[in-house]
């Protein structure tokens, strides 16, 4: 199960009365809700689509307002989509409050729960006569997720684009999210690999290819003075996913023993930088670095 399998569920019509949806941070859960709103007419919105949160600061809605709204009639004949968030805040025993309505559920409501962090055995326990949907985006799932995201703004992608935009960002959604409506914004019809360079490695002037010869070539000064350039437009994170994605094409080429080893370093210093960037761990790692890499 995964968002890919939610966004499925939306495209039959949400066919099931009653869904448990849950991740490990709110970032899908909002991708998925999102998603049951542009299903919905605009004019709508405002009577079919209710919202309770179990965290809320103000006050605590009771299963009875829930099931209550559930069973009202929906407006303008459509259906009506009930959602409860935050619900890893309740017990599981306050939950079962909810299981008489789902046994007997309204045949005009949609009841969509959403559980941020890992599902408790209890509520596993509980959750009979639900569609349970893990949300969490698997990598191998990564790119039906952009495909579909770039749909969204009307335009398309092509599938050496994806694996390069994911080459160069790395697998955490949130940055993936911020470069995709930042490539959508540019007005092409179709993203392309020469396009997503052109954003995510800055400079016309230098690419990161041209960073990655440098330092193959171990020329500090040339190294230095592209990364310079490249650092203005640039952010640590992509330019540090575009080494690793040209560090990965050459090494298939690599062809002896000393090569693969240099490779295989170069990896763990790629990596160790994307965990001090990640964590604000050391000044400079970018530039630290590039020393390492000249090193080899």
């Not at 309505?101 to 729960?113: C, E, K, R, T, W």
Request: net charge neutral.
């Amino acid at each position: 199960m995964s968002i890919k399998t939610f966004l499925q569920e939306i495209d039959k019509g949400l066919t099931s009365p009653a869904y448990l949806l849950y991740a490990d941070n709110e970032y899908p859960i909002e991708e998925a809700l999102s998603a049951v709103k542009r299903t919905i007419p605009e004019a709508e919105m405002a009577f079919n689509f209710n919202v309770f949160d179990m965290d809320s600061a103000d006050s605590i809605p009771t299963a009875g307002e829930i099931t209550d709204t559930l069973n009202t009639v929906s407006f303008f004949g459509s259906r009506r989509y009930v959602v409860v968030r935050n619900l890893q805040r309740i017990s599981t025993k306050e939950f079962k409050k909810f299981q008489s309505y789902i046994a007997n559920p309204s045949p005009n409501s949609v009841f969509l729960m959403s559980y941020t962090g890992t599902l408790k055995k209890e509520m596993k326990e509980s959750t009979k006569g639900l569609k349970t949907i893990c949300l969490d985006i698997r990598e191998n799932d990564l790119p039906v997720w952009i495909k579909e995201k770039i749909r969204q703004k009307g335009i398309t992608i092509k599938d050496d684009a994806v694996g390069y935009l994911i080459g160069v960002v790395g697998n955490d959604i949130g940055l993936l999210s911020s470069e995709v409506e930042k490539l959508a914004s540019f007005g092409n019809e179709t993203i392309t690999i020469s396009g997503i360079k052109e954003i995510v490695e800055g400079s016309r002037d230098y690419s990161v290819f041209d960073l990655t010869n440098a330092l193959r070539e171990k020329n500090i000064e040339k190294v230095f003075r592209i990364y310079r350039t490249l650092s203005e437009t640039t952010e640590p994170y992509n330019l540090l996913g575009a080494i690793n994605w040209h560090y990965s094409k050459m090494s298939m080429q690599a062809n002896d023993t000393r090569q693969r080893k240099d490779f295989s370093r170069a990896f763990e210093l790629l990596n160790d930088t994307d965990i001090q960037i990640k964590t604000s761990g050391g000044a400079y790692p970018m530039e630290h670095l590039l020393v390492r890499l000249l090193r080899l």
